[in-house]
């Protein structure tokens, strides 16, 4: 029983004592006033008197708790929770306004309120010229990185990103190594960019350095941004193909020069000396035309062999880049300024070719068919050949002839730099273009052969911007080999996660079915940087679990088992410390027996944390704090990894504050306070 109370909150200890004082003695007094009454045997009012004094020690104790409970206890927890929301938020809603004993304090904290209120609006109106400044020259900053192609990365002297673009995210699209806070060693591990920033001068000369990733190769041009505490900026570029064809056709190329070279000296050579030996006999003409006759071959070998070389240059050409065929229709028809239209038709497909001379290649065999056919419709189709993807321009009547197309090879593109004519493009794409009749007899259409690529499926759709990419204040936070034990709270980089499973019993059987996480960086919660992932458990997902959460065997079917998607989650982790709202579950539930993969990072609970602040609080559960500080679920997302991810790295931000003001500043300390609170019995489903 000791062990029992001693396990309950302070309030329930505190009432339980009350009653069992108040009980203890009303049994007494009736004990008593029973003992009084057989030895007295008093009647009427004097037996009144006496039970009445024998019971009122018991009453009183009863009725003096009850008024403090209602009077003062009552509201000072509720003074205690509106306090807390103030410090988490001065703008938070006013629910519980002081009352019983304490409604005299109610004007105060009004003004108390007021004037911290008043406060923040003067400071704001101080800062707002600078502000707006500010906003000025970062929505330029934001609106240059988000246009500019060229994938840039801005790190600190402890090769943490302080900036990235959306170039950049494309060029690492699915890294899990791109984020605010990270370091670059995760993105890009190589020695040579370690070495190469290690020696960058301070005057901002430019370095490059070729880096590999995975299957690229990638051309970093470095630079140290004067003036800083060693920021370096990286631009970025990707010479895979480049360099393929440096090191493939090119290089092939050049060795075939010299075979060129002895075959033609050769010829040379043997023509010399047959036309000087033209009285000789027979059989030394024979031979010296054998070996003309096997050169000339050869060179003619060596010759189509370079030609096949050229074709490979020309596909393998920076120039030539995956084109969507829907999407070049699309341009096509916005460039039209005479109204006429090409309607996509048939399958779409990717094929390869400069974007910019194909528009206008297409716009000038467009001009030259209306020239034959007048103005009508034209369809555009994509036929898919051997090793090539036929682009065809369909009209109502008859075909091309050859001289209407000859001449149309002959004329200038002048929007093109140098006006090639039409047949340098098609040369460039290795092409040609032939004129053909449709099996209906009433369609006529031109084609276009172009490289085709291995790429299939349509492409994904484009992103939104990002709502954060940038963040140099991580810049001013300690090197992140220093300890991590000393680390501010708010320099820290915490990682949220949440888990759902088929059900609570984890040593049972029980496993995960989804891992959300979201990260914050300089305790400011990044939108975008998350994680989630779905994960097949292996074992049917009970109705009653899909009642809670809402995910059944259909949303897990073709997802990557628990073994395949911890890395990954680790990998999104990386330095960070993790934080929970009920560590205990699904940290448990994180590392099943024979895992492989351990979370030895320091562990937040928001938990404990939040009754080691308010042990005299109830409702430490995610639903009761995101009530007391304001939080909301956004519909659909309570009981979902990512969902309850969010709230709780919410409920982190407004616990900060809080801590701050008991002067708990440090990891340490934090770590310290939460230990405190630790109860076995936590281990259960949030």
């Known amino acids: 029983m000791a062990r029992r109370l001693s396990g309950l909150p302070r309030r329930q200890r505190l009432i339980g004592l009350w009653l069992l004082l108040s009980g203890v003695s009303i049994f007494g007094g009736a004990t008593f006033a029973l003992w009084l009454d057989t030895l007295f045997q008093p009647d009427g009012l004097a037996r009144l008197a006496l039970w009445l004094g024998c019971f009122s020690g018991g009453g009183t104790i009863f009725l003096v708790g009850l008024l403090l409970e209602r009077q003062l206890f009552t509201p000072l927890r509720h003074l205690q929770v509106q306090l807390a929301r103030l410090v988490a938020n001065p703008d938070a809603r006013d629910d519980y306004p002081p009352e019983g004993w304490l409604r ?358 484009a992103t939104p911007p990002r709502p954060e990419f940038h963040d140099f204040g991580i810049a001013d936070l300690p090197p992140p080999d220093a300890e991590l034990a000393a680390r501010p709270l708010r320099a820290l980089e915490v990682v949220a996660f949440d888990t759902e499973t088929t059900g609570l019993e984890l040593r049972r059987g029980d496993t995960v079915i989804s891992i959300g996480a979201c990260r914050v960086v300089n305790a400011r919660l990044l939108a975008s940087e998350v994680f989630d992932m779905r994960v097949d458990p292996g074992r049917p997902i009970p109705p009653a679990s899909t009642a809670i959460h809402g995910i059944t065997d259909a949303d897990v079917a073709g997802s990557p088992p628990l073994p395949v998607a911890l890395p990954r989650f680790r990998d999104y982790v990386g330095d960070a410390v993790i934080l929970a709202h009920n560590a205990a579950f699904d940290l448990l539930a994180l590392q099943p027996p024979g895992a492989g993969v351990t979370l030895d990072m320091p562990v937040l609970d928001t938990l404990l944390i939040s009754r080691a602040l308010d042990s005299s609080l109830d409702g430490h559960d995610l639903d009761s704090l995101a009530e007391r500080y304001s939080l909301s679920f956004p519909p659909g997302t309570r009981h979902t990894a990512l969902g309850d991810a969010r709230v709780t790295a919410e409920l982190w931000l407004a616990l900060l504050p809080r801590l701050e003001a008991r002067g708990i500043v440090t990891l340490e300390q934090a770590l310290s306070l939460q230990a405190n609170a630790l109860d076995k019995e936590d281990a259960c489903a949030s």
């Open 104 to 461: 005299g304090l109610g004007p105060d904290l009004v003004r108390v309120r007021e004037a911290w209120r008043s406060d923040r609006g003067r400071l704001a109106t101080a800062h707002a010229e600078g502000a707006r400044s500010a906003a000025r020259i970062r929505q330029e900053l934001e609106t240059l990185l988000q246009v500019l192609n060229t994938p840039l990365l801005l790190c600190d002297q402890h090769r943490r990103v302080l900036l990235f673009n959306q170039a950049a995210e494309t060029l690492f699209d699915g890294h899990p190594g791109l984020g605010l806070g990270k370091r670059l060693e995760t993105l890009l591990p190589t020695t040579s960019l370690r070495d190469a920033l290690s020696q960058l001068p301070a005057d901002g000369a430019p370095r490059e350095v070729l880096v590999p990733c995975d299957e690229r190769w990638l051309r970093a041009v470095l630079r140290r941004v004067p003036g800083s505490q060693g920021e370096t900026l990286l631009t970025l570029s990707d010479t895979t193909a480049a360099w393929t064809s440096e090191m493939g056709a090119r290089a092939e190329l050049l060795d075939s020069l010299p075979r060129l070279r002895r075959h033609s000296a050769s010829l040379t050579s043997a023509a010399d000396a047959l036309t000087s030996l033209r009285g000789a006999s027979g059989e030394m003409r024979q031979r010296l035309e054998a070996v003309i006759d096997e050169e000339s071959q050869l060179l003619g070998q060596d010759i189509e062999q370079l030609g096949a070389l050229v074709e490979r240059m020309q596909q393998e050409g920076e120039r030539l880049v995956p084109l969507w065929s829907n999407d070049l229709w699309q341009a096509l028809n916005e460039r039209q300024e005479n109204g006429t239209r090409v309607i996509p038709v048939g399958m779409p497909a990717w094929l390869k070719g400069d974007a910019t001379a194909l528009l206008v290649l297409l716009r000038s065999m467009l001009e030259a068919l209306r020239a034959h056919v007048g103005d009508q419709e034209f369809e555009g189709e994509v036929c898919l050949g051997n090793r090539r993807v036929y682009l065809d321009l369909v009209w109502k009547g008859t075909p091309l002839g050859e001289r209407a197309l000859a001449e149309w090879q002959q004329c200038r593109l002048d929007d093109l730099p140098l006006s090639p004519r039409v047949a340098d493009v098609l040369r460039q794409h290795t092409s040609d273009a032939w004129s053909l009749a449709d099996t209906d007899g009433k369609r006529a259409r031109l084609r276009l052969p172009l490289p085709a690529t291995e790429r299939v499926g349509a492409p994904r759709p």
